[in-house]
């Protein structure tokens, strides 16, 4: 009975592990000193949010200090690349809403990313929001 249940559950098994994983950090190391003792920036954006999505079945999310990871079977929304999707999602929100980029020395500061996840029997969900301020340095 035991050799006829591993059996049967071993393609199973094979299927599950050699499906998506996902996971990923923000993790910043700046090595570029700003000298804020000048008035030669301001404020231009406070609390920008970008946002991410990814949707997979057979499968668990999980969050771990700044990490939101995934393993499942198949992805069948979003990107693999929730970080990279909500920074680019937040410079298309600053971009509606104060301008084009272009020529500007920008800066994205405090940085801030929450994530959202769903998990229900055979489904789950990761939610990615990041909020920044952005400080515009006169040229």
Not at 40 to 52: I, L, M, P
Not at 78 to 91: M, V
Not at 102 to 110: D, H, K, P, S
Request: aromatic content about 12%; proline content about 1%; overall charge negative.
């Amino acid at each position: 009975m035991k050799k006829t249940i591993l059996i049967l559950l071993s393609p199973l098994l094979l299927a599950y592990l050699s499906g998506c994983s996902t996971g990923g950090s923000f993790m910043a190391n700046n090595v570029t000193n700003v000298d804020l003792s000048e008035q030669n920036f301001q404020f231009v954006a406070r609390n920008v949010e970008g946002f991410s999505r990814a949707e997979y079945v057979v499968g668990l999310s999980y969050s771990s200090g700044f990490m939101a990871n995934t393993l499942a079977l198949v992805r069948t929304g979003g990107s693999a690349k929730l970080y990279d999707d909500a920074i680019k999602n937040l410079w298309d929100n600053f971009k509606i809403e104060y301008g084009n980029t272009e020529g500007r020395n920008l800066l994205l500061a405090n940085i801030r990313y929450d994530t959202d996840i769903l998990n229900l029997l055979l489904y789950t969900q990761t939610d990615l929001y990041i909020h920044a301020d952005i400080i515009e340095f006169e040229k």
